[in-house]
Structures are given as structure tokens and as C-alpha cells.
């Protein structure tokens, strides 16, 4: 666990941020749990349950939701479960059951999409998918949470004797009805219902004419009210019969109790499994309301960089009231241990000091956070802060005995895996007195090799932020125009306060501005103005920067615009120019056709008319081949040189051929030649003969009973005629 004081937590707020994500949780028991979270420092543990978290937020944006594990609370059973011959109630059985249902669900969902969530997955690896509970539980309890009548022999029994001798009683007591109603003796309502048992509305003056048991009278005394005597002896036999049920019923709950006894270590682990899903599905939901996500956890380089960091409860509270969230960008490591924040006051210094302090509470309890995708974090042991008003009432200590006191433990405690963030730090005494004392506290943080962030007005504590290697100014940038904040943190460089701008705005009056510039050194003056003047400067130059950004963005795109339209320009003129010289070559045939046929109208002679059309023709064709010889040639070329490469190619690939069939030839034995006499077989025979004759290729095998001419290709040699001899 990190040693956190609880004034850092309420200083940071963070109970307000548990308070938001338990409003996710589905059960009470989450809830709780949810708000019971303390930040972790173990990087595995802390990195274990944000990936956890992160996986079950993007189930959300998938096809593969997570089942719902909504689930009772059956705590309280464990240690009933522990005692023997205790016997759990009905209700009991079936919570058990329902959450036994949930966690299989939950089981074989992440069994079976393992790779989509590992992490999710190895928090159910200890559990397995249980049948028996669900079947055990079913056997005795129907649906409507009723023991099932068929839930041992003599239930069974006792229930259908129950049933007939219900049937009796009715049937007595309607037979009594009938019989009092038609002598009279009956009340206008004639019977009522008293103790779950109908009973006769008998007239008081006709009591004792029906025998049986009074079970009460009317108000007035007019009306008695008596079970029939018949009626009243079956009731007392029902009566036996409910006692041996819920006797039976007890028996039958005991043994399933029995039952359930070796699986409480089972319903240990899955209740805790199940709380912890629900803790998740917290912790995502909320991720999802605040745009949280996991940024990368630095191990070896100690590093944070929050990139356009918000802080959450200040992005809820703005996106209800629809107003705009300005986000930070804060970074610390090993050459920037120490960041000294300074500006005027309602810049936002403090917001972004609690921003960082938040998030880092927030990631080490396994929360995502709420800053860009490309943002790194490290983890603490520890975190201490001294931010707002620490006026201590109960031990009588103003705000600067009260932070001293703060700053005699934070110096105790210091040390490289420290975090601390201390806002307005020196303020509460004499400005040179207070800024001296700082100073050096400040320097003992810086040795202890801490990291932090602080907030100051003092101008030796900006100095010294200049001076350290490991220590770096930021300020919070202000509107020199409209002496507006725009709560942006720009790293490198100290902050004025505008002290004196802002009073001017205010409407102070420039006599008294004046006179109070005189009353302090000139040297701090000159210090504050210059300072201010820098910022005027940055601020004019990263406006003239954004300005630039845009026009160059404005001529990339301009540029583009010219190139495209300048080829789509150059394609039009190709295919003007081509229809050009396509339209001049069918006015020059044109006017060839029209010369002609002038000739022709004037001798009306075919032949010569014939001749010249079959002439120009051949001239357009030769035309034609030309260029065609001319595309062809250029597709030739290209032809050429692809065969060329590949004829390379071929030549290594032959080489390698060569190779293997040298070797392949030398492995391979020479044919033996066959002569008369020599014993062979075919290839693919048993049987063995002997040569009679060879004609050219052609050999006449004799096999004792027959003889047959066989292609010497086919025959291999078994016995040499010389080696017979």
C-alpha cells in the first residue's frame, strides 16, 4: 500500500472521484468495496489491474460484451455453512445457485475469449465451471422458490395425504353449511374465515344446537362463530400433517445444507471473484464517462509525460454545465525532477497541480485516466501534498505554523520515490524571510532526489529553478491584452504574476500603481517587467507561429490543389491534341475522297476511280502498320529485356539443376547388357527365365512351360550367363 496521508486524499479530492466510480457499481457490495480502494505502489499489481480495467472498457465497444454478473450477497452464509448441523434457509439455496449460474457464465465466456482478455481471464483461473450446485438445488426448490414435491419419498406422501384430507374437510364443512342453512340456524353472511379455518356464522340463540368448537363471536355478540365437530377433528389430523411436513421440509434442507458444505471454498473464491468484476465494471464505466484510458507505465525510466491531462471531476462537473475543459500537458523525469509553476493568480496553477496529484492516485488504485493515448506514467510510494487553506483550529496554529509543521514531516519522509505538489509554496510570512526558508527546503527536496511540483509568486524560487540542472520553470499562460488566463502550462520558463496589469484592469487608480512601484526595489521591478515581457514575447511569437503553421498548411493544400489540376489540364490537352490531329487527318482523306469523286463525275471512268481509292487505302494502311511496327517494336523491347532477366534467372536455376542431376546420375548404377543365356526377370514380376534370343531391342525369354518376347527395358538382369558356366 502507498503511504498516502488522508489530508492528501481530501486535499486531491479523491474520495469524490471513488464516490463517482462506485455509482457504476451493480451491487451494494461493489459499492462499498469501490469506495474502500487505496492506491497501490506494486508495479505489477498496479499495471495487472489497469490492464484488467482497460480490457473490460473495450468490451464495451466490441461484439464480445462481458455476460452480466450482476449476483447476491451470500457472505453471511459462510459462517453458517462453518458450523455443523447448521441448516441454511430456503432463499439461501437459491442465491447460491443463481450466483453459481453467473460465475459459469463468466468462466466459460473468458475461457473462451482468452485472447481478447488475458488478464480478465487469469482472474478466473482458479475457478471452473460447477454443475452439481445448480442440479442439487433444482431437485429440491421449483421456480417459484417452493420445495418440490417429489423432493424425497415421504414428502411425497405426507403432501398427498395433505391434499385428500383437505378435500375432506371442504366437503364436511359444506355438508354442515348445507344442512344448518335450510334449519336456519346461519347468520345472513353464513360462514367466515378465522385463523386460516372457515367457520359457521351461527345465530347466538342456536349455539348450542351445533355441535363443535366456538372459535369466536361478532362484535355485537349476535353471531358465534363455530367450526363444524366433524370439520374440527379432520383440521386437527391436517394440523399433524403440516407439523411432519415442515418436519420433513427441515430434514430435506438439512441434508442439502450437508450437501453444500465442501463447496464453501468454492463459494469463497467466487463470491470474491464476482465482487471484483463488479469493482471492474466500476472502474470502466467510469473510464468511459471521463475519456479514461491506460497510458504507458514506465518502469526503468522514471518518467511521467500526462499529455492534454483533464481533471476528471473538473471535466464532469464542466460537460453538465456545458462549458469548455482547458487540458495540461505536465512532464517530469530524471532531468526535470522538480517543476516550479508560476503566473498570476486564477491561472490555474492550482487545478493543474491537483490534476497530476489526482491521476496519479487514480492509476495507482487501477482507475484509467483521462489524458491522450501517447502519455507515460511511473509509479510512487509515496505522495504528499500542501495545498489550500491549512489553518489548523483545533491545535490553535495559523497557516504557517501549520505548513511548517507540514514541511518538518514532508523532509522526514522525502525521498527519490516521493511525489510531492505543494501549492503557493513559502507564502504565510515576511515575502524575503519566507522565500529564504523555502529556498532551502526546496533544495533539501531536490538532494533527496524527489520529484514535484510546486506553485510560487517568490522570484529567488524561479531562479533557482533556472540554476538546478534537475529543477525547470513552467508558468501558466496569461493574455497580456485582456489580462485573461488560458490555462495552458508552458514548460522552460518563469511566469510574472501581472501584478500591477491586473490591478490596472481592475481599475485601480495609476497614481497609487505609481507610488507602490516606488515603494519596492527597482531591481525586482525591472525583474517582474522583464519576466512579463518574455511571456508578451512567447505569446506573440506562438501566435505568429500558429499563424504561419496555417498559411503553410494553406499553401500544402493550394499546391496540391495546382498539381492536380495541372496534370488533369496536361491530360485534357493530350487528348485535345490527339483529337486535333485525328480530325486534320480525316479532312485531309476527305478532301483525297472529294478530289476523287470530282475525277469520276467528270470522265465517269470506274477504273481509274477504283485504282485511286484502292491506292489511298494501301497508303492509310502502310500508315496503320507503321505505327502499329512502331508499338509493337516498344512492346518487343520491353519483352526483351523482362527475358533477359528471367533468362538470368533460368541460368542459376539450370546450374542448380545440373548439380543435382550429376549427382543424381552418379548414385544411379549403369544398366548391365544382357546377353543369350542370361537368367532375368521383369521389373515388376517374380518370375525368373532364362534368354534365348536378342533381336535389336527386342529379347525372347524362355520360362520352362512358355516363351515370350519382352522390351529389354523392362527386364533386369538376376544371373550372368558366365557366372552360371
Do not use: W
Not at 73 to 88: A, H, M, P, R
Not at 274 to 303: C, F, M, S, W
Not at 602 to 629: D, F, G, T, Y
Not at 695 to 723: M, P
Request: one cysteine or more; aromatic letters at 8%; proline letters at 3%.
Amino acid at each position: 500500500m502507498v503511504s498516502i496521508p488522508d489530508k492528501t486524499l481530501e486535499d486531491l479530492e479523491y474520495n469524490e472521484v471513488l464516490k463517482h466510480c462506485s455509482a457504476f457499481s451493480i451491487t451494494p457490495m461493489g459499492k462499498e468495496v469501490v469506495l474502500s480502494l487505496r492506491p497501490l505502489n506494486k508495479a505489477d499489481e498496479v499495471l495487472n489491474r489497469l490492464k484488467m480495467t482497460s480490457e473490460y472498457c473495450s468490451s464495451f465497444d466490441n461484439e464480445n460484451r462481458i455476460p452480466n454478473h450482476e449476483f447476491d450477497d451470500i457472505s453471511s452464509y459462510f459462517q453458517l455453512l462453518k458450523i455443523e448441523n447448521s441448516v441454511l434457509e430456503l432463499e439461501a439455496f437459491r442465491n447460491l445457485a443463481r450466483n453459481t449460474e453467473t460465475s459459469n457464465a463468466l468462466v466459460r465466456f473468458l475461457d473462451k475469449f482468452k485472447k481478447y482478455y488475458p488478464n480478465l481471464s487469469n482472474l478466473s483461473r482458479e475457478l471452473f465451471e460447477e454443475k452439481q450446485i445448480k442440479t442439487a438445488v433444482d431437485n429440491v426448490i421449483d421456480r417459484h422458490g417452493e420445495i418440490r414435491n417429489d423432493a424425497s419419498d415421504t414428502l411425497f406422501t405426507i403432501r398427498k395425504q395433505i391434499q385428500q384430507l383437505r378435500g375432506k374437510i371442504s366437503r364436511s364443512f359444506n355438508k354442515a353449511l348445507s344442512q344448518f342453512s335450510n334449519a336456519d340456524y346461519l347468520d345472513d353472511i353464513r360462514e367466515s374465515v378465522i385463523e386460516n379455518r372457515r367457520v359457521l356464522a351461527v345465530k347466538a340463540m342456536y349455539r348450542r344446537k351445533i355441535k363443535g368448537a366456538i372459535m369466536g363471536s361478532s362484535k355485537t355478540g349476535s353471531i358465534v362463530f363455530i367450526e363444524p365437530e366433524t370439520t374440527n377433528a379432520l383440521t386437527r389430523e391436517l394440523q399433524n400433517l403440516e407439523f411432519e411436513e415442515a418436519e420433513e421440509i427441515k430434514k430435506i434442507l438439512s441434508q442439502l445444507t450437508d450437501f453444500f458444505r465442501p463447496f464453501l471454498p468454492y463459494f469463497e473464491l467466487q463470491y470474491a471473484f464476482l465482487l471484483e468484476i463488479d469493482v471492474i465494471h466500476a472502474k470502466a464505466r467510469y473510464a468511459e464517462e471521463i475519456g479514461g484510458l491506460l497510458p504507458k507505465i514506465t518502469d526503468n525510466q522514471k518518467q511521467i509525460a500526462y499529455l492534454k491531462a483533464y481533471h476528471p471531476l473538473l471535466l464532469q462537473a464542466h460537460n453538465l454545465e456545458d462549458k469548455v475543459t482547458h487540458p495540461q500537458d505536465i512532464h517530469l523525469d530524471s532531468k526535470n525532477r522538480i517543476v516550479v509553476i508560476s503566473g498570476p493568480n486564477a491561472g490555474g496553477k492550482s487545478i493543474t497541480l491537483k490534476t497530476v496529484g489526482l491521476l496519479q492516485l487514480m492509476l495507482q488504485t487501477g482507475i484509467l485516466i483521462p489524458v491522450n493515448e501517447k502519455s507515460k506514467a511511473m509509479l510512487f510510494e509515496q505522495i504528499i501534498t500542501d495545498i489550500g487553506d491549512n489553518q489548523s483550529i483545533e491545535n490553535h496554529l495559523s497557516t504557517y505554523s501549520y505548513r511548517l509543521k507540514n514541511m518538518k514531516s514532508f523532509l522526514r519522509k522525502c525521498n527519490k520515490n516521493t511525489l510531492f505538489l505543494i501549492d503557493e509554496f513559502g507564502t504565510g510570512s515576511d515575502p524575503e524571510l519566507g522565500g529564504a526558508l523555502a529556498e532551502v527546503i526546496l533544495e533539501d527536496f531536490y538532494e533527496k532526489k524527489a520529484y514535484g511540483l510546486i506553485t510560487t509568486h517568490y522570484s529567488n524560487l524561479k531562479a533557482l529553478a533556472n540554476e538546478l540542472p534537475a529543477m525547470i520553470n513552467a508558468n501558466m499562460q496569461f493574455d497580456s491584452k485582456t489580462l485573461e488566463p488560458v490555462f495552458k502550462l508552458v514548460m522552460g520558463e518563469a511566469g510574472s504574476s501581472f501584478t500591477f496589469e491586473v490591478a490596472q484592469k481592475n481599475g485601480l487608480p495609476f497614481n497609487l500603481i505609481n507610488r507602490a512601484k516606488k515603494k519596492i526595489e527597482r531591481g525586482k521591478v525591472r525583474f517582474d517587467a522583464t519576466i512579463a515581457k518574455l511571456q508578451k514575447e512567447r505569446s506573440a511569437m506562438i501566435k505568429t507561429g500558429k499563424s504561419l503553421k496555417e498559411k503553410e498548411t494553406k499553401a500544402a493544400v493550394e499546391t496540391d490543389r495546382m498539381v492536380e489540376m495541372n496534370s488533369k489540364l496536361k491530360s485534357k490537352l493530350i487528348s485535345y491534341q490527339e483529337l486535333f490531329d485525328y480530325n486534320q487527318k480525316m479532312i485531309v482523306l476527305g478532301n483525297k475522297l472529294n478530289e476523287i469523286a470530282e475525277r469520276f463525275f467528270q470522265n465517269n471512268k470506274k477504273r481509274p476511280l477504283i485504282a485511286e481509292l484502292i491506292k489511298l487505302v494501301e497508303s492509310e494502311n502502310s500508315k496503320r502498320k507503321r505505327k502499329s511496327s512502331i508499338k509493337v517494336k516498344k512492346e518487343r523491347e520491353k519483352k526483351k529485356k523482362i527475358n533477359e532477366q528471367v533468362k538470368k534467372e533460368l541460368v542459376e536455376v539450370r546450374k542448380e539443376k545440373k548439380k543435382k542431376s550429376k549427382l543424381e546420375q552418379q548414385e544411379i548404377k549403369p544398366k548391365p547388357k544382357l546377353k543369350i543365356g542370361d537368367r532375368v526377370r521383369m521389373f515388376d514380376g517374380r518370375s525368373v527365365g532364362s534368354i534365348d534370343s536378342i533381336e535389336k531391342n527386342k529379347v525372347i525369354v524362355n520360362y520352362g512351360v512358355f516363351t515370350t518376347q519382352v522390351n529389354a527395358d523392362l527386364l533386369e538382369l538376376v544371373e550372368s550367363e558366365k557366372i552360371k558356366k
